[in-house]
Nanobody, 121 residues
Framework: QVQLVESGGGLVQPGGSLRLSCAAS????????MGWYRQAPGKQRELVAT???????NYADSVKGRFTISRDNAKNTVYLQMNSLKPEDTAVYYC???????????????WGQGTQVTVSS
């Protein structure tokens, strides 16, 4: 069974930084796009950033210039470097990836369980 596990969340003051990691494990044949989503209290889950297998990136306007998504294909890991954090960034951050397993002929979207990021003074 394929799993995504996020780490690196926590409490940080406004203007601070955090680096989130998400590692995929299991019977992975291939991973295409990986991304980060977030869900704030009372809000719908929203896209934060995505990165293709070749490194092409997309960012939500709200985080562009502050967040950087990257990946290490050898480690099946995606990262989210978050700088200049704002209280509005407070949310549960979820890792997402399109993963093809050895037992499947197609990619399926897989979600992590989320990691809490709280930006507060």
């Amino acid at each position: 069974q394929v799993q995504l596990v996020e780490s690196g969340g926590g409490l940080v003051q406004p203007g601070g930084s955090l680096r989130l990691s998400c590692a995929a494990s299991g019977s992975i044949f291939s991973i295409n796009v990986m991304g980060w989503y977030r869900q704030a209290p009372g809000k719908q889950r929203e896209l934060v950033a995505t990165i293709s297998s070749r490194g092409s990136t997309n960012y939500a306007d709200s985080v562009k210039g502050r967040f950087t998504i990257s990946r290490d294909n050898a480690k099946n890991t995606v990262y989210l470097q978050m700088n200049s954090l704002k209280p509005e960034d407070t949310a549960v951050y979820y890792c997402n990836a399109g993963i093809r397993t050895y037992s499947s002929s197609y990619y399926s979207m897989t979600w992590g369980q989320g990691t809490q990021v709280t930006v507060s003074s």
